[in-house]
């Protein structure tokens, strides 16, 4: 690969790093693409300024594709700028100045948006739904409703590819595409989209998604599906409210297998589609569970879901939120067993009462009959 030239508008001796970056920009950025800027400003402080994607991705141990994808970001950020050739190879970059570079890159974004004002209106510009303009994608982040489930819809190919031309959707994309080893279908495409748009995911909250569902060794886009659509459902929109329900439904998962005895195997589908439907659709706590699947042993000397969601489904019914509702549920059983109990023997009694107490006759009347003939 060729080599890359690298600039730069700052003049410095030694590798300076601006507080502004610590402050304002190292605290956002991944971890990766960090190490890879102050990289690039160390070797400004060195004799020779010449490097190239492939020695960086060898000096971190990274693939090219990911010091692309730093290159990227800090481009998007307003902190460099990357000169190509015909081929689309990167032959320079120029570290801009901090202090001026978030102004210039807002500045550039207002530009955008003012130039597309007068084809969207402001109301049209809060909806990603119909995109017409860069205002569509940037509006649509500054400012989302709650999530909610709407339709689906089939988005055109131009709609895809102004889609992508967002820098944050396209690096989302890549994403994406690397963690499931190959390129996204239009089916998959749309199903991403359908979470931008309808869900009203963010990118770093869909990029949370995918991470998660690949740690628990889904790699199907239909099962991200449905888990975005619990987390729409459940009102999730950050990635902090995803990573505490994440560390609920896995202690649920574990709670769940201990207290029914399961060792030696994972949990299959059905068995997790259980455990959610007991964690987010009825609410209850891992208390409430944990007793079901005791009470479940009990019973039946064995793990069984289906018996463990037949007991949280009558709690469900009965508004048990819980251990007293429990205890009041229990109490009002024993009593209703108690008085079906009382009823079967007074009807037990009643067949023994004055007129029924003595030896019912037996006789077979035909049988008399007969002998009486013969005699």
């Given at each position: ?7 730069s508008n700052i003049v410095s001796p030694d590798t300076v790093v601006p507080n ?208 975005a659509l619990g987390w729409a459902d459940s009102g999730i929109s950050t990635v ?136």
């Amino acid at each position: 690969m060729a080599t890359i030239n690298l600039y730069s508008n700052i003049v410095s001796p030694d590798t300076v790093v601006p507080n502004i970056f610590i402050d304002r920009y190292m605290p956002l950025a991944n971890g990766e693409f960090v190490k890879i800027y102050l990289y690039l400003l160390r070797t400004l402080s060195s004799s020779d300024h010449t490097i190239s994607v492939s020695s960086i991705a060898d000096h971190f141990e990274q693939t090219e594709k990911d010091v692309m994808r730093a290159f990227n970001y800090w481009t998007k950020e307003g902190l460099l700028r990357i000169d190509t050739d015909a081929q689309g190879n990167v032959t320079g970059l120029t570290l801009l100045p901090v202090e001026i570079s978030r102004a210039d890159a807002a500045s550039a974004e207002i530009s955008k948006i003012d130039a597309a004002s007068t084809e969207v209106s402001r109301t049209d510009a809060a909806s990603i739904e119909v995109p017409g303009s860069n205002k569509n994608i940037i509006a649509s982040y500054a400012k989302k409703p709650a999530p909610q489930k709407q339709a689906r819809r089939e988005y055109s190919l131009d709609e895809i590819k102004h889609f992508r031309s967002d820098p944050d959707i396209s690096e989302l994309f890549f994403i994406i595409e690397t963690y499931l080893k190959h390129p996204m279908s239009s089916s998959d495409t749309n199903i991403i989209l359908y979470w931008l748009d309808k869900l009203k995911f963010s990118p770093e909250l869909v990029t949370y998604l995918v991470e998660y569902c690949i740690s628990k060794g889904h790699s199907s886009l239909r099962y991200m599906d449905k888990v975005a659509l619990g987390w729409a459902d459940s009102g999730i929109s950050t990635v902090e409210q995803a990573k505490n329900d994440s560390a609920a439904h896995s202690k649920a998962y574990y709670a769940v297998m201990k207290a029914l005895g399961i060792t030696g195997r994972n949990l299959i589908q059905s068995e997790m589609d259980f455990i959610s439907k007991w964690n987010n659709e009825y609410n209850f706590t891992i208390e409430l569970i944990n007793e079901a699947c005791k009470r479940t042993i009990t019973a039946t000397h064995q793990p069984s879901f289906e018996y463990t969601d037949t007991i949280l489904t009558n709690w469900y019914r009965n508004n048990v939120h819980n251990m007293n509702d429990v205890s009041r549920l229990d109490q009002s059983f024993s009593k209703n067993k108690q008085a079906a109990s009382r009823t079967a023997e007074n009807v037990s009694k009643s067949k023994h009462n004055k007129f029924n107490n003595f030896d019912q006759r037996t006789q077979d009347y035909d049988q008399l009959e007969k002998l009486l003939l013969n005699s």
